[in-house]
C-alpha cells in the first residue's frame, strides 16, 4: 500500500529532529586496516533487524527490515517485514530522510537492483518485483515472478535466501537444502526446477522471472552470490552442521559442490563431498568464517587501492568483515582473507550494498539472537579521505575481460568437437576437467563414451563415467558391470555411487560378489555399503513415492544378516570385518558373537568388538572386559579400551583393577585411575589411589598424576577464566596423544560421545564431529569446549518445555502443531506432549552441550582430547 504524501512529510521531518542525536552514537569497532573508516548511519528504534540492503541510481539507500524471522511470541512490531528507504538530501553524509518503500512481505531475506532499476526482494519462499513508476521512493505495485510451492513449511534459512543479476537478462537465486524435503520452484511462465534429497542451489531465470533452470548444485546454504569483475559468480555458501570450513565457491554452469541432504545434516558421507574431494564435484574457492552472510564486489567501493579485485564478506558469526584476496587458479581461483573489522557481540554484520560514490552501506543484526529482537544498526564504511583509492566500477556495467574465464565459458557452451573436451580430462585443474565433463555429457557422443571407458589413461576413463552418469545410457548396466571390475578405485567409486542414485537393482549380485573378490580400501567398503543400502526396494519405492517428508528419513538399511554374515566370514579380510563390526546394529543381540571375537581373533577385530560391546551393561560382558583389562598378553590398546568401556558397567570387585595403577604402561594406569575416579568413596579404592600418588616411582607420569589429584581432591590445577582464551591456548599447547584423547571423548566423564558421534560411533543430540578438524583450529575447539554457547548453529539451537506439572524438558528440532509440541530430547529421542499440558515454551540461550566440562578433566586429558579432535 502506498503511503499518503502528507503522512510521509510528517514522518520525514520528525525522523529528521531524532536523527540528530542518532548520528554522534558511538561505536566499539576493531579496525584492522588503518586507511579505513567506519560511521554508524541509523540504529534502532528507527531500523531494527535489517538484512538486505540495495542503493538505487539516486542513491537512496533502501533495507529489508525483518519482523518476521521467528519472532517470539510476545514480539511487539508489526506481522510483516517492510522495506525502509534512507536519504541524505543536503549532501551532509547523513540521512535526513526515512520513508517506507513497502510492505507485507513475510520472512524477507535479501534485496537487489535490476539492471533495469527494478527493486526486487527475496524472501523464504517468493521472488517479488516492485514498480515505482514515479520515481518517488514508494512503491505502487508489486509483482510475484516465482515462488517455492513446496513445501509447505520450510526454515527461512533453508529455502530461498539469495539474488543477482548479470548484464545477459539472467538473474540468479541461491536456494537452501529445504531441510531435505521435496521442493518444488515455479516461474512466471510455470517452468519448475524440482528436488527431494538434494542439495541447495544456484537457480537462474530471464529478468521477468521465465525460463527458470538449475544452473549449479551440492550446497548447504548459499547465503549470498556476487560477480566478480570478469563475471566469475562467486557465492557464500554455509557449511553443514559437522563439515566445514564455509566457504567461497566459483559457481559454473552444471558444477556440483558436493552437498545432498537425502544424507543428513552431517555432511559426512561417501556419497558426499565439501572440498571437492570426490570426482564430479568441484572444490572451495576460499576457506571463509563461520556464517558468511553478504559478498560485495571491492570494485564497486571506496577501498584502498590494493583491494583491486577482490571482494568483502561478513562473517555473521565472528563479528568480522573479511576482505577476501583472490588470484587466478586455471580457469578459476584461489585465495584467503583478512579481517579488516571486527566488533564484540553486539555486532553481527549481514549484508552489503554501496551508491554511485562508492560508499559502502552494510546491515547489522547487531546480537546473537536469531528471533526478531528489536535492535538494529547500520553502517557506512570508505577509505579515509587521504587514501588512494582503486578504481571504481559501476553496477552492471560490461564485464572486464579475461582469456581463462572466456575459455571457460566457451568450454562450457557445448560447442566444442569431442577430442577437445577429451583433452581436458588430461587436465589437473578442476574446472577445466568439469568443463570436460560437461561438454562430453551430450546424447551425439555416446558412442564416443562407450569407448572411451576403455581408454588407457584412469582419468579419461573416470571422465567417461561422469559424463554417462549426467546423461545415462540405454546399456548403462552393463557397462557399470564391468566398471567394477576397473583398477582404479575412483572409477569403482564413482561406479557404485552411479548404481545407487540410478537404482541398478539387477546388478546388486555383482556387487555382493566384489567384496569376495578383492580387498576394499576402508572409504571404499563405507560407499560399497551404502551403495547396497540403495538399491533395496523398500528404499527405491519410498524415494520415488517420497513417503517421506524429510528425505534424510528414507529407509536405507541393509538386507537382513549381511554386516553379520561379514564379520563371521573368514572369506574377508580381517579389516573389512572390522568395518562391518562398526556398523552392526543391536550389539546386545550379537553378544556372543562379539565376545568370542574380542577372545581370540585379529588385533583390528578384538578391538571394533570390544567397542561394540562397551554399552552393553552384562555381568558376563563386564566379566569379559575385566579379564580383557587384566591379561598382559593383550595389547595396551585393547587392555586399555577394556578399563575405558567398563565405566559402563557394574563392577563388583574393583580391587581387582587397583594393581592396575602401578602399570608400568602410562595408557592402562592413567585409564584405571578414570575408572575409578568415581570410586574413591570406596576406602580399599581411595587408598589404592593416595598409595600410588604419594609413590614417586609408582607416579612418575605427570598425566596420571593429575588423574589421580582429580580423582582424590577434585583439582584440575591453577587454571585461567574460561573466557581467557589465549592462556587456555598457552596452557593446552603442548600436543597431547590423540589415541588417548579417543578414550577421553568416550569417556563417561567427558560426556563428549553421549550427545556427538564420530565413525559412527556417539549420540546425535549434537553435531558429528567425524570432521571437526576440518572445520575448527586449536582455539575454536577449546573455545567450543569452555564456551559452548558462544557459538550455536540454528540447526543445534537448544529448545526447552515447560509443562504445568513444573517439568521442563530440553532438546532441539522443536516442532509446534495445532494439538502438540513434539521435541527431540537426548535421552528418549523425540517427544510428544499436548499444548493442554504446556506451561510454555521457548529458545534456550544457552547451549545444549553444557558448561564446566573442563572441571571434569585434567590438563593432560584436555591436550589430548583437542588432539584427537584436531586429527579428524
Not at 13 to 29: A, P, R, V
Not at 488 to 515: A, F, K, N, Y
Request: charged share 25%; glycine share 8%.
Amino acid at each position: 500500500m502506498k503511503t499518503p504524501k502528507n503522512l510521509f512529510l510528517l514522518l520525514t521531518i520528525l525522523w529528521g529532529c531524532q536523527n540528530e542525536k542518532t548520528s554522534s552514537s558511538s561505536h566499539n569497532l576493531r579496525i584492522f586496516d588503518d586507511r579505513l573508516e567506519v560511521k554508524l548511519m541509523m540504529e534502532d528504534p528507527d531500523i531494527v533487524t535489517p538484512i538486505g540492503i540495495a542503493v538505487d541510481d539516486k542513491d537512496r539507500v533502501y533495507v529489508l527490515e525483518s519482523h518476521t524471522h521467528l519472532p517470539p511470541k510476545d514480539y511487539e512490531g508489526p506481522g510483516h517485514d517492510i522495506i525502509k528507504v534512507f536519504e541524505d538530501t543536503n549532501g551532509d553524509g547523513t540521512w535526513d530522510r526515512q520513508s517506507v518503500f513497502a510492505d507485507g512481505l513475510q520472512e524477507g531475506l535479501n534485496l537487489a537492483f535490476s539492471p533495469e532499476g527494478h527493486l526486487y526482494a527475496v524472501t523464504s519462499r517468493e521472488v517479488w518485483k516492485f514498480y515505482d513508476e514515479d520515481g518517488d521512493g514508494i512503491s505502487e505495485r508489486k509483482e510475484k515472478l516465482m515462488e517455492l510451492v513446496k513445501p509447505s513449511q520450510v526454515y527461512a534459512h533453508a529455502a530461498l535466501l539469495s539474488i543477482t543479476f548479470d548484464t545477459d537478462g539472467w538473474m540468479y537465486i541461491g536456494r537452501g537444502n529445504t531441510g531435505g524435503e521435496h521442493w518444488i520452484f515455479r516461474g512466471a511462465d510455470g517452468s519448475e526446477v524440482s528436488g527431494y534429497g538434494d542439495g541447495g542451489n544456484i537457480m537462474r531465470a530471464r529478468w521477468d522471472g521465465t525460463g527458470l533452470e538449475e544452473f549449479s548444485t551440492g550446497f548447504w546454504n548459499p547465503f549470498d552470490l556476487k560477480f566478480d569483475n570478469y563475471g566469475r559468480l562467486l557465492v557464500a555458501d554455509n557449511d553443514p552442521d559437522s563439515r566445514g570450513p564455509n566457504r567461497l565457491v566459483h559457481a559454473v554452469m552444471g558444477a556440483d559442490f558436493g552437498y545432498k541432504s537425502l544424507f543428513g545434516g552431517s555432511g559426512i558421507h561417501q556419497y558426499l563431498a565439501w572440498e571437492g574431494e570426490l570426482p564430479g564435484t568441484l572444490p572451495i574457492a576460499v576457506p571463509l568464517g563461520e556464517a558468511p552472510s553478504g559478498l560485495l564486489n571491492a570494485n564497486l567501493g571506496n577501498l584502498p587501492d590494493d583491494y583491486e579485485g577482490e571482494m568483502l564478506c561478513t562473517i555473521w558469526e565472528e563479528s568480522r568483515i573479511v576482505r577476501i584476496k583472490m588470484k587466478d587458479e586455471g580457469w578459476s581461483v584461489r585465495g584467503n582473507t583478512e579481517i579488516i573489522l571486527e566488533g564484540g557481540a553486539d555486532f553481527r554484520p549481514v549484508a552489503f550494498a554501496t551508491d554511485s560514490k562508492g560508499n559502502i552501506f552494510f546491515t547489522d543484526w547487531v546480537i546473537r539472537y536469531y528471533p526478531n529482537h528489536g535492535r538494529g544498526k547500520i553502517w557506512k564504511l570508505n577509505a579515509k579521505s587521504s587514501t588512494p583509492t582503486l578504481k571504481r566500477r559501476t553496477h552492471y556495467e560490461p564485464v572486464m575481460e579475461h582469456p581463462e574465464v572466456q575459455n571457460l565459458d566457451k568450454a562450457l557452451a557445448g560447442e566444442k568437437g569431442f577430442k577437445e573436451y577429451e583433452d581436458l580430462l588430461a587436465s589437473e585443474d578442476p574446472f577445466q576437467y568439469h568443463a570436460g565433463v560437461i561438454g562430453l555429457a551430450q546424447e551425439r557422443y555416446l558412442s564416443n563414451l562407450e569407448s572411451l571407458l576403455n581408454h588407457q589413461d584412469a582419468d579419461k576413463r573416470l571422465g567417461a563415467v561422469l559424463a554417462l552418469m549426467r546423461i545415462g545410457h540405454p546399456r548403462q548396466e552393463q557397462l557399470a558391470a564391468n566398471l567394477l571390475l576397473d583398477d582404479h578405485m575412483d572409477i569403482v567409486r564413482m561406479t557404485m555411487i552411479w548404481m545407487g542414485r540410478e537404482g541398478m537393482t539387477r546388478l546388486q549380485p555383482q556387487l555382493i560378489s566384489l567384496l569376495g573378490e578383492t580387498t576394499l580400501p576402508h572409504t571404499l567398503f563405507e560407499t560399497y555399503l551404502e551403495t547396497i543400502k540403495l538399491l533395496q526396494p523398500e528404499f527405491i519405492t519410498a524415494y520415488k513415492a517420497k513417503d517421506f517428508q524429510t528425505s534424510k528419513n528414507l529407509p536405507r538399511v541393509l538386507p537382513d544378516g549381511f554386516l553379520e554374515n561379514i564379520v563371521r566370514s573368514d572369506t574377508y579380510s580381517a579389516s573389512v570385518r572390522a568395518i562391518a563390526l562398526r556398523h552392526l546394529p543391536d550389539p546386545e543381540n550379537h553378544k556372543e558373537l562379539l565376545s568370542s571375537l574380542v577372545k581370540e581373533s585379529a588385533p583390528e577385530l578384538q578391538l571394533e568388538a570390544l567397542r561394540s560391546l562397551s554399552n552393553v551393561r552384562d555381568p558376563e560382558i563386564a566379566g569379559l572386559l575385566t579379564g580383557t583389562a587384566l591379561e598382559p598378553q593383550y595389547p595396551s590398546v585393547l587392555r586399555s579400551e577394556a578399563l575405558l568401556a567398563l565405566e559402563r558397567q557394574t563392577v563388583d570387585d574393583y580391587d581387582r583393577i587397583t594393581p592396575l595403577l602401578k602399570s608400568q604402561d602410562p595408557n592402562i594406569s592413567i585409564e584405571a585411575a578414570r575408572l575409578l575416579r568415581g570410586k574413591a568413596s570406596r576406602e580399599s579404592v581411595k587408598d589404592a589411589l593416595v598409595e600410588v600418588l604419594e609413590d614417586g616411582n609408582a607416579c612418575d607420569d605427570e598425566a596420571l598424576r593429575q588423574q589421580l589429584m582429580l580423582s582424590l581432591h577434585g583439582e584440575a590445577g591453577e587454571r585461567p577464566g574460561v573466557e581467557q582464551l589465549d592462556q587456555w591456548q598457552e596452557l593446552l599447547s603442548e600436543k597431547g596423544d590423540p589415541v588417548r584423547g579417543r578414550r577421553v571423548f568416550f569417556s563417561t566423564g567427558a560426556l563428549c560421545s553421549s550427545c556427538h558421534t564420530v565413525e559412527g560411533r556417539g549420540g546425535d543430540l549434537g553435531p558429528d564431529l567425524s570432521n571437526v578438524g576440518r572445520s575448527k583450529d586449536r582455539k575454536g575447539l577449546i573455545s567450543s569446549i569452555l564456551l559452548p554457547s558462544q557459538e550455536i548453529s540454528p540447526e543445534w539451537q537448544g529448545w526447552y518445555i515447560r509443562t504445568a506439572d513444573g517439568k521442563t524438558h530440553t532438546g532441539r528440532q522443536i516442532d509446534v502443531g495445532n494439538d502438540n509440541i513434539e521435541l527431540y530430547t537426548e535421552t528418549k529421542g523425540f517427544i510428544s506432549i499436548d499444548k493442554s499440558e504446556i506451561e510454555d515454551y521457548g529458545i534456550q540461550e544457552s547451549s545444549l552441550m553444557p558448561e564446566g566440562l573442563e572441571a571434569r578433566l585434567t590438563n593432560h586429558d584436555l591436550m589430548d582430547l583437542i588432539t584427537y579432535l584436531e586429527s579428524l
